[in-house]
């Protein structure tokens, strides 16, 4: 059977045919991963995302695109996500937690860039990526709304719940502004 067959199969319900993907380009999709992240670890980590999002992607699939391009694509974003998301961390997680406070002028009780970023992690990755595009890319709010097939009002309303949610995870408010 096609994988295009299995990948109709599998949007119907069929589990089976998920299966059969999956064993199909386990090895090809972690290969691929290993590859461009040249960790192993985060290889596997970013593996079970691909495979999470095909699954959270499904009733995107269209017959007319091959299988394997589809997937590689979900597979491509997600090691593009991570590898943007290290340099982040890279960024921001230079300093020990210590000089940053200290040059923050933040007391011990207030919250330092690391615990900042895990806070991040607590947002859906599409809030969080509208964050990323806005704030780090400075795309336009019209432009991020192209980027992710929605509405210039769903995209502002995200942004604005995703700093609401942060905000209220955060002890100190100040630390986030529009």
Do not use: C
Request: hydrophobic letters at 40%; aromatic letters at 10%; zero cysteines.
């Amino acid at each position: 059977m096609t994988d295009e067959k299995l990948m109709r199969a599998y949007i119907e319900g069929d589990m089976a045919a998920f299966r059969t993907l999956y064993q199909r380009y386990k090895g090809r999709v972690l290969g691929f991963l290993s590859n461009r992240l040249q960790n192993r670890d985060e290889a596997e980590e970013v593996f079970q995302e691909v495979f999470t999002k095909l699954h959270a992607y499904l009733l995107r699939y269209r017959d007319e695109v091959p299988f394997v391009a589809w997937l590689f694509t979900i597979a491509k974003n997600a090691s593009t996500d991570h590898l943007r998301k290290q340099q982040i961390r890279d960024k921001y997680l230079q300093l020990s937690p210590d000089q940053v406070d200290s040059a923050s002028g933040q007391s011990k009780a207030g919250l330092t860039i690391g615990e900042a970023f895990s806070e991040l992690t607590m947002l859906s990755p599409q809030r969080r990526n509208v964050l990323e595009l806005r704030f780090n890319e400075n795309f336009s709010f019209a432009d991020i709304a192209s980027m992710v097939e929605g509405s210039e009002s769903s995209v502002r309303k995200m942004a604005s719940r995703a700093i609401q949610k942060l905000r209220g995870l955060m002890p100190s408010k100040e630390m986030i502004r529009d």
